[in-house]
């Protein structure tokens, strides 16, 4: 938009560079060990990539339809099935979209408006508040502190007002690999029971839970499914973060008020990878494997750092951990983050810049989504600081 004088008039101006973009191009500068942004750095499966390249042979290089491809829709409800128990219409309630963060955009901008108020919890993934706000709608803030990052429900119920129109909640949570318990999701559902507040539930991580715990998906709660739009992620699962394919389990009400923007946004996403990963999910251990696979990485790492000054925190869920570096420096995490590129030769993440108030715990975001040698490689370099 621009004002009579031709300046531009920003719908986001205290939108600056991602820390995920700023950390990577300090880690590509300075030949740092990159342990900052949420990808691996090993191979995705063979099987996968030899059934996308099948479709792309076969002819399946079109456009998609507008909800996603009908064996992928299939093979997610049978997903949901396996998984939780709760079963979704194909055609009405189940939708194919380019990646998890068009999903969370698409699904705010479908309910959100002029005047609307969305609670979020932070430290939160720094997509969500920037899709509130160039919607019209007003962020409210819940600060979740180290090293539990536990929610407060009686805080959050005196922060519903008429306004309130969603509540965005992430489990397991990025970035501190902490999980909502069956606790948390009662007291969500009662919070939200008889109300038009919409649940934007964002489970990407839904297959990476640690120490025997348990992932409690929305979609167990018979009151909360019926408002929530549920963001799950293949990238994620499937260690293919570049195919950019996610989708949205939600109630057919708010599935055709999700489809109008959808159709709008992106109207599809990639046609022969949906049918691959259609296949690829007919094989469940390709998903319920993961957590294994995952936590082996993450004690790899955390035995390696034992002997570290660092402070390792819980880790339930995610590929992240997070460090403390309390006992080695009082520096801002930012400040801290970016001597540890230019000095020591590794990228990590600080925690601050996940929440609006740039909070500075002296936490550090670590992605161990890695092979074994980088993640020895890391773990020698911060052994040695």
């Known amino acids: 938009m621009l004002d009579f004088s031709g300046h531009i008039i920003s719908k986001l101006p205290n939108a600056g560079t991602s820390i995920f973009a700023v950390m990577s191009k300090l880690a590509a500068e300075h030949g740092a060990i990159n342990l900052s942004q949420g990808f691996p750095d090993f191979p995705i499966s063979p099987k996968l990539i030899a059934r996308v390249n099948h479709y792309m042979k076969k002819g399946f290089n079109q456009y998609a339809p507008m909800p996603g491809v009908k064996p992928l829709r299939e093979a997610i409800a049978a997903k949901a099935r396996q998984t939780y128990g709760v079963s979704y219409d194909v055609d009405s309630e189940i939708t194919v979209t380019a990646g998890a963060t068009q999903a969370i955009y698409t699904a705010i901008s479908a309910f959100v408006k002029d005047g609307d108020e969305v609670i979020i919890f932070e430290p939160a993934y720094d997509s969500y508040a920037p899709a509130v706000k160039v919607n019209g709608g007003t962020v409210k803030y819940v600060e979740l502190k180290a090293p539990l990052f536990k929610i407060n429900w009686?805080?959050?119920?005196?922060?519903?007002?008429?306004?309130?129109?969603?509540?965005?909640?992430?489990?397991?949570?990025n970035?501190?690999?902490?999980?909502?318990?069956t606790n948390d999701l009662n007291s969500l559902d009662a919070l939200t029971r008889n109300t038009d507040i919409i649940v934007l539930s964002d489970e990407v991580y839904e297959h990476m839970v640690y120490?025997?715990?348990?992932?409690?998906?929305?979609c167990a709660w018979p009151e909360l499914v019926k408002r929530?739009?549920?963001i799950g992620s293949f990238g994620k699962t499937f260690h293919a973060t570049g195919w950019k394919t996610g989708f949205v389990l939600?109630?057919?009400?708010?599935?055709?008020?999700?489809?109008?923007?959808?159709?709008f946004t992106?109207?599809?996403?990639?046609?022969?990878?949906?049918?691959?990963?259609?296949?690829?999910?007919?094989?469940?251990?390709?998903y319920l494997g993961i957590?294994?696979?995952?936590?082996a990485k993450r004690d790899f790492f955390d035995e390696k750092i034992k002997a570290s000054r660092f402070e390792v925190l819980p880790s339930y869920g995610t590929y992240f951990q997070l460090l403390s570096y309390k006992n080695i420096s009082k520096e801002t995490e930012l400040d801290f983050a970016k001597k540890l590129v230019s000095e020591h030769g590794i990228a990590l993440i600080p925690v601050s810049p996940f929440y609006s108030k740039q909070t500075n715990?002296?936490?550090?975001?670590?992605?161990?989504?890695?092979?074994?040698?980088?993640?020895?490689?890391?773990?020698e370099v911060l052994c040695r600081i």
């Open 175 to 181: 970035p501190s690999g902490s999980l909502l318990e």
């Open 154 to 173: 009686d805080e959050v119920k005196k922060m519903v007002s008429s306004n309130t129109r969603m509540i965005i909640i992430n489990s397991p949570h």
């Open 250 to 263: 939600a109630p057919e009400r708010l599935t055709v008020e999700f489809r109008k923007l959808h159709q």
């Open 211 to 218: 120490d025997g715990k348990t992932h409690h998906s929305v």
């Open 291 to 295: 957590s294994d696979f995952y936590q």
């Open 266 to 286: 992106v109207f599809a996403s990639n046609t022969p990878i949906q049918y691959a990963i259609a296949d690829f999910l007919g094989d469940e251990a390709n």
């Open 361 to 379: 715990q002296q936490l550090l975001r670590v992605c161990f989504a890695k092979q074994e040698e980088t993640l020895t490689k890391a773990a």
């Open 228 to 230: 929530s739009l549920v």
